[in-house]
């Protein structure tokens, strides 16, 4: 197990470098053995549920496939996506660690995927699994989990919402939320992908609505960098976005 994971997050880690050109080499190496340990330690955690011990193969292998959805070749991407949700479904209510490594790859799914074929396969399954994760009394347990969700709901707001009054209610909604606290890794994404969706005036984001919402959002995301420093280098591109939206500084 300790070698499974070790191997995924050095492969998660390179295809971050080195991007989809890593695809064959990922595929033809690893592919299929995090696919067959998924799908085995599946098996047999379902004739033993109390074997705590197929917990961490089936997390290692749904992070690497978080690192395959997430940097992938598009065409690999498509054909993989429906056995990932398939697995998922049945991984999902395992623990915290897996639930939120899931809804992190609902996410990576959100970004990449068009809106024609998200709307048409998977729109329904990944949009209630971050609103149920969403609704959930938040606690030290789960908080990351609801951390990763946020960042999914991000995502799904920014490449698949429907630019209508329900989706500028989904987007107040989410603004309110920010900024994340428990998992600072992933807030740091969340918030450059922010900004650059504010930059480009994104309209679920910049509008009479959510605007007075956003300078709201921003100075909380200041006050929190202030004592934890989660966004190192992205402070200036928070102050750049801050000035664009009105705020001022002391």
Same mark, same amino acid.
């Given at each position: 197990?300790?070698?499974?994971?070790?191997?995924?997050?050095?492969?998660?880690?390179?295809?971050?470098?080195?991007?989809?050109?890593?695809?064959p080499v990922i595929? !033809?190496?690893?592919?299929?053995?995090?696919?067959?340990?998924?799908?085995?330690s599946l098996a047999?955690?379902?004739?033993?549920?109390?074997?705590?011990?197929?917990?961490?193969?089936?997390?290692?292998?749904?992070?690497?496939?978080?690192?395959? +959805?997430?940097? !992938?070749?598009?065409?690999? +991407?498509?054909?993989?996506?429906?056995?990932?949700?398939?697995?998922?479904?049945?991984?999902?209510?395992?623990?915290?660690?897996?639930?939120?490594?899931?809804?992190?790859?609902?996410?990576?799914?959100?970004?990449?995927? !068009?809106?024609?074929?998200?709307?048409?396969?998977?729109?329904?399954?990944?949009?209630?699994?971050?609103?149920?994760?969403?609704?959930?009394?938040?606690?030290?347990?789960?908080?990351?989990?609801?951390?990763?969700?946020?960042?999914?709901?991000?995502?799904?707001?920014?490449?698949?919402?429907?630019?209508?009054?329900?989706?500028?209610?989904?987007?107040?909604?989410?603004?309110?939320?920010?900024?994340?606290?428990?998992?600072?890794?992933?807030?740091?994404?969340?918030?450059? +992908?922010?900004?650059?969706?504010?930059?480009?005036?994104?309209?679920?984001l910049v509008n009479?609505?959510?605007?007075?919402?956003?300078?709201?959002?921003?100075?909380?995301?200041?006050?929190?960098?202030?004592?934890?420093?989660?966004?190192?280098?992205?402070?200036?591109? +928070?102050?750049?976005?801050?000035?664009?939206?009105?705020?001022?500084?002391?």
């Amino acid at each position: 197990n300790e070698i499974n994971r070790r191997v995924m997050e050095l492969s998660g880690n390179i295809f971050k470098v080195i991007g989809d050109d890593l695809t064959p080499v990922i595929k !033809s190496s690893l592919f299929d053995f995090f696919l067959q340990t998924w799908r085995d330690s599946l098996a047999k955690l379902d004739s033993d549920k109390l074997k705590t011990i197929y917990y961490q193969p089936i997390l290692s292998a749904i992070c690497f496939f978080d690192d395959f +959805l997430e940097f !992938s070749k598009e065409n690999e +991407l498509l054909q993989f996506i429906d056995t990932f949700i398939e697995l998922s479904k049945k991984s999902q209510n395992i623990n915290e660690d897996i639930l939120q490594s899931v809804v992190y790859g609902y996410g990576a799914i959100c970004q990449r995927v !068009s809106k024609e074929i998200f709307t048409a396969k998977y729109k329904e399954t990944i949009l209630a699994m971050i609103i149920n994760i969403i609704q959930r009394p938040k606690n030290d347990a789960n908080e990351e989990t609801f951390d990763n969700a946020l960042g999914a709901m991000g995502k799904f707001i920014y490449f698949q919402c429907d630019n209508n009054a329900a989706g500028v209610t989904m987007a107040s909604q989410f603004i309110k939320l920010l900024p994340l606290r428990g998992d600072l890794d992933e807030g740091k994404k969340v918030c450059h +992908l922010l900004f650059e969706k504010i930059n480009e005036s994104h309209p679920l984001l910049v509008n009479d609505t959510n605007t007075p919402l956003l300078k709201d959002a921003i100075q909380r995301i200041i006050i929190l960098n202030k004592s934890q420093n989660f966004l190192e280098e992205e402070i200036e591109n +928070l102050i750049m976005v801050a000035l664009t939206l009105g705020i001022k500084f002391e």
